[in-house]
């Protein structure tokens, strides 16, 4: 019981860790998704968070083109 308990506290916090680390790839990511499910707002609202919090992120670049990507459909 206490090695399953061990295992699963790793696990979350190794979960946590990743959610800090990646959160740049998972706010792009999911933009993305609300852009290819058709709600433009929470993608172009999704970007703008990765480029306030994210300036220096590999993905600020894609996300100021989906944004510009995205004004041009309006």
């Not at 998972?26 to 993608?43: I, N, P, Q």
């Not at 600020?60 to 004004?71: P, V």
């Amino acid at each position: 019981m206490i090695a399953k308990l061990k295992r699963f506290f790793l696990l979350l916090c190794l979960i946590v860790i990743l959610a800090f680390v990646f959160s740049d790839s998972m706010l792009y990511y999911c933009s993305r998704w609300h852009e290819k499910t058709g709600d433009v707002k929470k993608a172009v609202s999704g970007y703008r968070e990765l480029l306030r919090k994210h300036p220096g992120s590999r993905w600020a670049e894609k996300a100021k083109e989906a944004i510009d990507r995205l004004k041009q459909k309006d």
